[in-house]
């Protein structure tokens, strides 16, 4: 069986990311990989729109790159 990978680019040059998400974690990390997918951990609620915030600020810093992109 082929193996999946979390992440891959499209054919406009994107990359397209394959993430499981865990909220309300003591901190933000990445925590390995769950069923084909990259699991990340927030230490945000999934209220009011912090999880996401928190997930782009994060993956910015990973992939060095501006948040607003």
Not at 14 to 30: D, R, Y
Not at 50 to 67: E, G, H
């Amino acid at each position: 069986m082929p193996q999946m990978s979390w992440y891959r680019y499209d054919g406009t040059n994107n990359l397209v990311l394959t993430l499981h998400i865990q909220t309300g974690a003591k901190i933000t990390e990445a925590a390995g990989l769950l069923r084909g997918a990259l699991k990340i951990r927030l230490a945000a609620a999934p209220v009011e729109g912090k999880a996401n915030s928190t997930l782009i600020k994060f993956l910015a810093v990973q992939f060095v790159c501006r948040s607003d992109k």
